[in-house]
C-alpha cells in the first residue's frame, strides 16, 4: 500500500507570491490533515479536512487556505507569501476524523525568498 | 496557549544502551498522547501512543510512561541502535483524539558507535 504522497517535494517562491501544495492520502483514507514545520516554532496543526469539509483548523492567517477532493486529496494554498512562511509543509492522512491513526507525508519544503 | 515541551534538546548515547527521552505537558486536559520519530528528509512516524487510563504501554524496544500527577511522559528505548538515531517528538491530544496534535519541540537522539 503506497504511502502519503506530497508533491512538490521542494518548492521556491518569492515574498507576495502565492503557492498550492498538494497531498494524495493512502488510499481508503479520507481524513487529511495538515502541518506546518519550523525550527522555531516546531510542528503546528494547520487544518484538518474529512469528506471534503474542514473539521478542525488551527491558529493561522486567513492567508492559509485548503480544500479537499472527492478522492480525498487534498491541497493547501498560501497567498501573498512572507519570509516567515519558509517551512516544512507535512500533510498527515488517517482513516477518519481526528488524530487516530495518522501516517504523515514527507512534506514540502518551501523557501521564500 | 497550552503546548507540549521537552526537558532535553540533545541525548547522546552509546549503542546498546538504553534510552529515555522525557517531555512534559501542560494541559491536564490531554488523554492521548503519542510518540514519533522523525529521520532526516521524512516526515514523522509513529511510534507507540497511550491514552490517559493507562501509565505504561509497551512495544518493541519501546516503552511509554505516563505519570498524570506530574504531566510528565517519557519514551524509553532498550538496546538503542544506530538506527534509532533521529529526533523525536512527543504529541498530545485532548478529547478523546479528535482534536489536533500539539507536538513537542523536539529532541535529538544521537546513537554513538
Known amino acids: 500500500k503506497a504511502g502519503v504522497t506530497q508533491t512538490p517535494r521542494y518548492l521556491i517562491k518569492t515574498r507576495g507570491q502565492q503557492v498550492t501544495l498538494s497531498c494524495s492520502p493512502i488510499?481508503?483514507?479520507?481524513?487529511v490533515s495538515w502541518y506546518q514545520q519550523t525550527p522555531g516554532q516546531g510542528l503546528q496543526f494547520l487544518f484538518e479536512?474529512?469528506?471534503?469539509?474542514?473539521?478542525n483548523k488551527g491558529n493561522f492567517p486567513g492567508r492559509f487556505s485548503g480544500r479537499q477532493f472527492s478522492n480525498s486529496r487534498s491541497e493547501m494554498n498560501v497567498s501573498t507569501l512572507e519570509l516567515g512562511d519558509s517551512a516544512l509543509y507535512l500533510c498527515?492522512?488517517?482513516?477518519?476524523?481526528?488524530?487516530?491513526?495518522?501516517?504523515f507525508g514527507p512534506g514540502t519544503r518551501l523557501t521564500v525568498l | 496557549g497550552e503546548s507540549v515541551g521537552l526537558h532535553l534538546p540533545t541525548l547522546s548515547v552509546q549503542e546498546g544502551d538504553n534510552s529515555i527521552i522525557n517531555c512534559a505537558y501542560s494541559?491536564?486536559?490531554?488523554?492521548?498522547f503519542i510518540w514519533y520519530k522523525q529521520e532526516s528528509g521524512k516526515g514523522p512516524q509513529f511510534i507507540i501512543d497511550?491514552?490517559?487510563?493507562?501509565d505504561k504501554r509497551q512495544g518493541q524496544r519501546v516503552t511509554v510512561l505516563l505519570n498524570k500527577t506530574v504531566k510528565h511522559l517519557s519514551l524509553q528505548i532498550a538496546a538503542t541502535q544506530p538506527g534509532d538515531s533521529a529526533v523525536y517528538f512527543c504529541?498530545?491530544?485532548?478529547?478523546?483524539?479528535?482534536?489536533?496534535?500539539?507536538f513537542g519541540s523536539g529532541t535529538r537522539l544521537q546513537v554513538q558507535p
Open positions: 494541559n491536564s486536559a490531554s488523554d492521548y
Open positions: 497511550i491514552r490517559s487510563n493507562m
Open positions: 488510499s481508503g483514507h479520507r481524513s
Open positions: 498527515a492522512s488517517s482513516l477518519g476524523t481526528g488524530v487516530f491513526g495518522q501516517f
Open positions: 504529541a498530545e491530544a485532548s478529547d478523546t483524539g479528535r482534536r489536533a496534535l500539539t
Open positions: 479536512y474529512f469528506s471534503e469539509t474542514q473539521r
